[in-house]
């Protein structure tokens, strides 16, 4: 099913005799149960202001599209969402609907904020065929915010965005990258928090054990970052030997979409813990590979396929399994597993927008 207007998302819903698998473009391939509903009819810009830095768009748009527009106003997604397709292997099309359903945030979250942080408002439809909208249009216009954050990160399982409100901003005119290289883990997390500690606008800061290199990157004016990039050259050398990246923008893509595990055999693991913990946690998990991106506090590992990574972790943290069989996330699921406070309030939220449970049922736990 791929409806083309909201009210014909509404019907679908409400006249589903079934589960429903939620999609938007198909690229993060999450096929759970029952009918494919697709988004990725309902496309198109609704408003988009950007003196006012802010973007109204229907949920089933591609992000190359958004993203074509913001930068031809010099403007951006500051979120930096990340491509899912090369590390799945899949060939779907990211749309905008489905970037904010799972609150897909890339390196620049450590100093932009996360997807959900630029969430304005929503329109949905519930899991009764209901249609709601929530928060503004504008940033000066934001009513029920905590709602907005809510559906943003909820993995369609609260509802089926038709629409989305987000602020933007402008796109910097100058990125630089500081590479530290020569250091292990210790030694980089070290680096990566005295950068993040420094007075110098860090947006990304990121580890490549491979390599023994970190990075560390400055955006802004180009004569802004260029100084900024040298102080941090020179106050990072005791880490290791510093210099400057050629290619800024590879290097960052490379980060955001974990270029260093596509077609590489395996089931991948996403862990966030505190950057202080990645130390002693990364030999524990005893991956065949490992890349660190948020200061150390998000780790992106590969093991073997049907590894409970879960069971190796000792530390405070979540670990969501991102890529494995089908028999592999049914055994062990999607998601951690949450406390039991917390779940009785999630499986409560989810009785209250879909009561019929049809919506990505069993995606949550």
Known sequence: ??????????????????????QGGGSRGLAVAGDVLSTQGLTGVELYEPGALTLVVR???PVAEVEALLSAENQQLAFEPMDHRGLLGTAG?????????????GPRRIQ?????????????????????KNGGRVMKNVTGYDLVKLMCGAHGTLGVLSEVSLKVLPRPEAAVTVAVEGGDLSSAVA?????????????????????????????????????????????LGRFGSTRLAE?????WQGIRDVVAFHG?????????????????????LQAEALQFDWGGGLIWAL????????????????????????????????????PAPLAALSAGLRQQFDPRGILNSGLMG
């Open 59 to 61: 949920a089933g748009t």
């Open 93 to 105: 099309t990211p749309t905008i609907g489905g970037v904010i359903a799972a609150n897909v945030s």
């Open 191 to 235: 680096a990566m928090s005295a950068a993040l500690g420094s007075p110098y606008d860090v947006t990304g800061a990121a580890y490549d054990p491979d390599r023994s290199v970190a990075y560390v990157r400055v955006e802004g004016f180009s004569s802004s970052a260029a100084y900024r990039a040298e102080r941090l050259v020179a106050e």
């Open 264 to 284: 590489r055999a395996g089931d991948v693991w996403r862990i966030s813990v505190k950057p202080s913990d990645a130390v002693a946690l990364a030999p524990q």
């Open 1 to 22: 099913m791929t409806p083309e207007t909201e009210a014909e998302l509404a019907e679908a819903i409400a006249n589903a005799g079934g589960p429903l698998t939620i």
């Open 247 to 251: 290619d800024s923008e590879a290097v």
């Open 112 to 132: 932009a904020g996360a997807a959900r942080d630029h969430l304005l408002g929503v329109r949905f439809v519930d899991g009764s065929g209901q249609v709601l």
């Open 303 to 338: 093991v073997p396929e049907g590894t409970d990574l879960r069971a190796r972790i000792t530390v405070p943290g979540h670990a969501t399994l991102v890529r494995a069989s089908a028999e592999t996330r049914a055994r062990l699921g999607v998601f951690q597993p949450q």
